[in-house]
């Protein structure tokens, strides 16, 4: 795409919408994918730094329209799987601009299966204490809440599909955000605010659907979310069978999604070129 002569404006809102960026061979230069199992270790393409760390549990749960917006200012990333990996090899933290953590089936404390997903706790700690930008959608906002003090429990219900969700206090991040809005949910797990977190959003059925703490940012809903993520969410056996279980179905959800993705893409745009530009600031100091 980068040698195609386009308006970039127009590339940078297709792409947004479409979540196509991370495919294009222009941007393998910037990105690096690995994924760890035991001692073993694939990657693709060339990292260098400071970089965005994006940590992705299974591979339908991609990172869609919070890759591009890192990708559009010009961060590298690099996208590591490390959920079944004990000790994972990851970037050195003083290089890390960022860090992302992704969504997954798993829980959050599923430790004995998981043994990364400590690992991504401690990572957002640390990262939280000296106020290098955190990112978590879904799981990854339960793996930071719960790092930072807060306490993982099963919801009362499966939260899956597109629900209302109301805003509880301003942040930069949502200052465009109306009271009420309709997001993409998929989720059992609810988790408690940690202590001195501020408390962004809930819906009736999970009491904290967004907060910030110090760096960290968590959502429990799905913006990141465009046309062809859902796609392949909907080519996913597990995905389908949980939202049948949920009754849910397949035309249902891309109806919702065609109603609500117009409204949705403004506020994810501002949500993520928010962190990008906060990433951006932070790479700027390890730069120095």
């Known amino acids: 795409m980068g040698s195609v002569p386009i308006d970039d404006m127009a590339c940078r809102w297709q792409r947004f919408k479409c979540g196509t960026g991370h495919q294009t061979a222009a941007n393998h230069s910037k990105m690096a994918v690995l994924t760890q199992t035991g001692n073993a270790r694939v990657t693709i ?101 719960t790092a930072l003090g807060g306490q993982l429990r099963k919801g009362d219900a499966p939260e899956i599909g597109f629900g209302p969700i109301k805003r509880v206090d301003r942040h930069d991040f949502f200052s465009m955000w109306d009271k009420q809005l309709n997001v993409l949910h998929w989720h059992n797990d609810v988790v408690g605010l940690p202590e001195g977190a501020q408390l962004l959003a809930r819906s009736s ?52 999604f065609a109603q609500y993705d117009q409204m949705l893409q403004p506020l994810a745009e501002q949500v993520f070129s928010g962190f990008a530009a906060r990433c951006n600031s932070y790479s700027q100091t390890l730069s120095k």
């Open 45 to 145: 393409g060339a990292m260098s730094t400071p970089q965005v760390l994006i940590l992705q549990h299974v591979p339908w749960e991609r990172p869609g329209r919070i890759l591009s917006t890192l990708e559009d200012i010009g961060l590298d990333t690099v996208i590591m799987n490390i959920a079944n990996t004990k000790k994972p090899d990851l970037p050195d933290f003083g290089d890390l601009a960022g860090v992302v953590i992704m969504g997954g089936p798993m829980g959050a404390l599923d430790y004995d299966k998981y043994p990364g997903l400590k690992a991504e706790g401690k990572l957002a700690k640390a990262a939280v204490a000296v106020g290098k930008p955190v990112l978590g959608v879904c799981l990854g906002h339960q793996i930071i809440a």
């Open 205 to 256: 059925a999970t009491k904290v659907q967004a907060f910030r703490l110090g760096s960290a940012l968590g959502m429990q809903f799905h913006l990141e979310v465009c046309g062809s993520l859902l796609d392949e969410w909907l080519d996913e056996p597990s995905m389908v069978k949980d939202l049948k279980a949920a009754g849910g179905s397949k035309s249902q959800l891309r109806e919702q």
